[in-house]
């Protein structure tokens, strides 16, 4: 059985003449042309950048290396006596473009939980910060302490060649992911559980198996599962969404994969990004305590024209590219249909009924592209019924997943010898100097 770096060692030498060729070939071909609305417009529709490993349909949603969510829930391997996809089998597949046989995903979970545990000074530092810290902010400081024992910026300084930069970074992004879990569990149980110790590292579970340990829910199998789930699909969204795209830009200027990744996180921490599922629960639990017991669409009706005529936006709805329904929210609400106590679950309910009369609202409110939910609009329901009740943690959860997407992006920008990202700016004047001529 192959390693991933073995993987990777086949995978990336006919990507890398790939690359080579366009670059020859087609470096001066043009493929799109730029409005002024993509500038002033956050970029939004401008395609400017590489990203292999997954792409966003407007109307189908995302394929990770042309595989849709169901097909993923088929194929990937699971945990043994687990039936949801493994987090180890979506970061080979993200990395590789492969699917990993169920005894390749047992060997990288192993790797993992080898690189695992947190260096004392990490932990010591996470102990010290005000439990009122934001959860994202403790996150973002503790990965980017991580970069204390950075492989990457090690073999720098000693002085490497381009093409070797790949492997040290394939390092440093390995421990990062397996010693998010470590991390973010510790968060939590500093800010809302420090009575209790936390699990010790258990090296026949998989990443999310641990994390859930960690966490105190290693007992409810279905929560364990229900964050395979969530973790796995979380993992990557194109390049363009704010998170990855920072962590990219970070990583082009040869910042190590820790200090990349932070970057990514504070991107992810805002309430546009990733916070929105954090920013979904809350405005639910006000909704629920608004309108009572008796839930009603007139109601829930009622609630988001409020919320509208507040000039705030409905969180959990919208999405920069997506123009359908998010199928993360449907593969994540799927999950709960599929467990009566989850049906039964008042907090579940609200969300499912708000997803029916929301996009009637919203375009009729007629501001937003995209009037259906997105993945954030589910993705706290189900956490909060099994007791992970602390919202404010929400994104953390996000994060540690989206650092699947990010640290393949940062191996393979390395291993492609990407240069530093610098678009050009326009200021207006210059623009209509432009548009003038
Ligand atoms: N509620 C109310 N108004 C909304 C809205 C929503 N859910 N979504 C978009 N709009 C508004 C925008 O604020 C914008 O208004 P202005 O013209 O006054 O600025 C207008 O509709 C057009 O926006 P858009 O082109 O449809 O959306 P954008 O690409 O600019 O923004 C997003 C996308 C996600 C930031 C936006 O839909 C939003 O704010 N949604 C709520 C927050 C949220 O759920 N974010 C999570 C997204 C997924 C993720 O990254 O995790």
């Known amino acids: 059985t192959k390693t991933l770096k073995e993987t990777l060692q086949e995978v990336i030498p006919p990507k890398q003449e790939q690359l080579k060729r366009l670059k020859a070939e087609h470096g001066h071909t043009v493929v799109g042309d730029v409005k002024v609305e993509n500038i002033i417009g956050g970029m939004r529709g401008l395609k400017a950048m590489l990203w ?94 991580l970069n204390h024992d950075s492989a990457f910026q090690a073999a720098y300084e000693r002085g ?110 805002g309430p546009l990004h990733g916070l929105a599922n954090q920013e979904v629960l809350r405005w639910q639990m006000a909704m629920q305590k608004e309108i009572g017991d008796t839930i009603t669409h007139d109601n829930i009706k009622e609630y988001l024209w409020k919320t509208l005529k507040g000039g705030q936006v409905v969180p959990g709805y919208g999405h920069g590219v997506l123009r359908n329904p998010d199928p993360r929210f449907v593969a994540l609400l799927e999950f709960a249909k599929s467990r009566p106590e989850l049906q039964a679950s008042p907090t579940i309910q609200l969300v499912q009924q708000t997803a029916e009369v929301a996009p009637d609202v919203l375009k009729e409110h007629g501001k937003t592209k995209n009037p259906y939910p997105n993945v954030d609009a589910a993705s706290g329901c189900v956490l909060y019924h099994y007791g992970l009740t602390e919202f404010k943690y929400y994104t953390v959860i996000f994060g540690v997943s989206r650092a699947l997407g990010a640290v393949t992006q940062l191996v393979w920008a390395r291993a492609l010898g990407l240069p530093i990202e610098r678009p050009k700016s326009y200021s207006m004047d210059a623009l209509e100097k432009l548009i003038k001529n």
Not at 168 to 186: F, G, I, Q, S, W
């Open 52 to 145: 292999e490993a997954s792409v966003l349909d407007p109307i189908e949603g995302i394929r990770f290396h042309g595989l849709s969510i169901p097909d993923c829930q088929k194929l990937l391997p699971s945990s043994p006596g687990g039936k949801e996809m493994t987090a180890e089998s979506m970061l080979w597949l993200l990395m590789t473009g492969k699917v990993p046989t169920p005894e390749q995903s047992k060997q990288l979970s192993d790797e993992l939980v080898e690189r695992g545990e947190l260096p004392t000074f990490v932990e010591k530092f996470l102990d010290s910060l005000p439990k009122t810290l934001h959860p994202m902010s403790q996150l973002s400081m503790g990965v980017a302490a």
């Open 160 to 269: 490497i060649k381009k093409p070797d930069y790949w492997t040290y970074t394939l390092e440093d992004c390995l421990n990062l992911v397996a010693k998010l879990p470590a991390l973010a569990a510790r968060i939590y149980r500093n800010i809302y559980h420090s009575d209790k110790s936390i699990a010790p590292t258990d090296r026949n579970l998989d990443l999310v198996g641990n994390y859930s340990n960690k966490l105190g829910f290693g007992d409810n199998q279905a929560m364990t599962e229900y964050l395979r789930l969530y973790i796995a699909l979380h993992g990557d969204h194109e390049g363009g969404n704010a998170s990855a795209h920072t962590a990219h830009l970070v990583g082009s200027t040869l910042a190590d994969p820790y200090l990349s990744y932070a970057a990514g996180l504070n991107a992810l921490a």
